[in-house]
């Protein structure tokens, strides 16, 4: 059974900075593609950066330069790390994995199957 548990998320300053930690377990993060999605009130959950099979990574435009999707194959965890964080990225935050039959990077919520239950980042002042 798939489970992935993120962690990390917490208040902070615009400009500051946050790693968002996603462990993985009965999933293989280091050879599989994965995300991260974020969700604001209000707002349709949207993906922010994900990562194919072979390392490849996606960003959507408004955290481009500032996101870096990563992962470390020998604690079996995804990371993103945020830099230069803005009011607006205030959301839940959530990763999700693709079946493994899957191998490219997606940012569409529809193309993953497994999720986490989501850390929350609030930037404000």
């Known amino acids: 059974q798939v489970r992935l548990v993120e962690s990390g998320g917490g208040s902070v300053q615009p400009g500051g900075s946050l790693r968002l930690s996603c462990a993985a377990s009965g999933y293989t993060v280091g050879s599989n593609s994965m995300g991260w999605f974020r969700q604001a009130p209000g707002t349709e959950r949207e993906g922010v950066a994900a990562?194919?099979?072979?390392?490849?990574?996606s960003y959507v435009t408004s955290v481009k330069g500032r996101f870096t999707i990563s992962r470390d194959s020998a604690k079996n965890t995804l990371y993103l790390t945020m830099n230069s964080l803005k009011p607006e990225d205030t959301a839940m935050y959530f990763c999700a994995a693709r079946h493994p039959r899957w191998w490219s990077f997606s940012l569409a919520n529809s193309d993953y199957h497994y999720w986490g239950q989501g850390t929350q980042v609030t930037v404000s002042s």
């Open positions: 990562v194919s099979r072979d390392g490849y990574a």
